[in-house]
């Protein structure tokens, strides 16, 4: 028994496979600068859309894109609309006097339903 041995390799030490004949995509190394004044580089895809800010793996700080020449990147202002409410889609439909009107009307049948009528009679 002590002269049989297995033979084999490594449990996860060495892959069998080899990089022959894989065709990498193309890609993109752009710069980031921290708040502390260190760089950090980071890859994209070439047709990736690159973010303005990203966060330093070693730091944790969060650093601004560099432009090639070294110099900060023109920072861009997204506007966005706000968000519209249930009250502003109303609006939109109806005026302001009708929404009254058909508040009033439901506030009627209301208090008819309870026997509570707005309408005071002589008695």
Known sequence: ?????????????????????????????????????????????????????WTSPKSGMEGQLLEEDGSLAAHTVKVEKPARTHWDMLLERRTRAELEELLEERLQYLRARRGKTTDKKAS
């Open 1 to 53: 028994m002590a002269d049989r041995s297995l033979r084999g390799m490594r449990l996860g030490g060495q892959s069998l496979q080899s990089e022959e004949g894989v065709v990498f995509s193309e890609r993109q190394v752009r710069e980031y600068r921290a708040t502390d004044g260190s760089t950090f580089s980071v890859t994209f895809a070439a047709e990736a859309e690159i973010p303005e800010r």
